[in-house]
């Protein structure tokens, strides 16, 4: 069945692909993690190349799972990843810091380090702003609630930007979104939400903690969302700067988790339409 899907998949790109005017088609990015993901990526790419020969598909992964893949028997795949590699050195700690020099942020260690990771995947200087000016006021958040609060929307506003700029979040999340239900009688607002995925995202500033009416609110809100189909993720926002790397792979395991049942619904109401 799997294999069935994919070679659909790829005769749909190869006609797509077809239609569109020569030398003018955009090259294909695939990203992921691990050894494994590489595997069928690169096992995928060399099927599109095979069926479009110009298109452009390229992988981006780690050195250690590149290492890893390539000690496996040889194959046609990794034949293709061999020749056509190209290494790209993520940038120095010196680098780094003077990236958050230019950015106003102290260069604390776990902030060196995901702001590497950001540097390094080529997130926009406009997303490394957000993330600075969160981090700024993040530093500040221990002088007392007004303080925190800031924080939360500069969080809110540099995560915003980093889904906009990652290719597998692209486009999926509204901000300040309404859900299109209310409780009592109140539109219900999420910070990110996605209707197509069906997944809602809040980020908790300091003011969620202050009481128990806030706090019952809440889980009122969860259970609304969880009652329409919505899975409910909440992050602190202090720790969309302290864990962001944390954060960022839960929302993007979710998202492919949530794609993939997406996926196989509409596969399975296909396959029931056909055999009526």
């Not at 799972?65 to 028997?73: N, Q, S």
Request: charged residues 25%.
């Amino acid at each position: 069945m799997f294999e069935a899907c994919e070679r659909d998949s790829i005769r749909a790109l190869a006609a797509l692909h077809a239609l569109v005017p020569a030398g003018t088609a955009p090259a294909l990015l695939l990203s992921g993690s691990g050894p494994k993901w590489l595997a069928h990526a690169a096992r995928v790419a060399t099927r599109l190349c095979d069926a479009v020969p110009s298109l452009v598909v390229a992988l981006q992964v780690e050195r250690p799972a590149l290492d890893t893949y390539l000690r496996a028997a040889e194959s046609q795949a990794r034949a293709l990843v061999r020749e056509g590699l190209l290494e790209l050195q993520a940038p120095s700690p010196e680098q780094v810091n003077r990236k958050l020099e230019a950015l106003g942020v102290s260069a604390t260690g776990a902030l060196s380090g995901s702001l590497a990771r950001l540097v390094a995947e080529g997130v926009p200087d406009e997303v490394l702003s957000h993330y600075a000016q969160a981090a700024r006021e993040q530093e500040t958040a221990t002088r007392g609630p007004e303080a925190a609060d800031r924080a939360r929307s500069s969080a809110e506003r540099f995560l915003r930007q980093l889904l906009d700029s990652l290719p597998d979040t692209q486009g999926l999340f509204e901000n300040n979104e309404r859900a299109g239900f209310r409780i009592n009688n109140r539109p219900v607002e999420v910070d990110f939400l996605s209707r197509q995925l069906r997944v809602a995202i809040e980020i908790d500033g300091y003011y969620h903690f202050q009481d128990a009416t806030a706090y019952r609110r809440d889980r009122r809100k969860d259970l609304a969302l969880q009652q329409h189909g919505y899975l409910v993720l909440r992050f602190l926002a202090n720790d969309v700067v302290a864990r962001l790397e944390q954060i960022r792979d839960t929302i993007r395991e979710v998202i492919s988790q949530r794609s993939d049942a997406a996926s196989g619904s509409a596969r399975h109401m296909e396959e029931t339409d056909g055999g009526e």
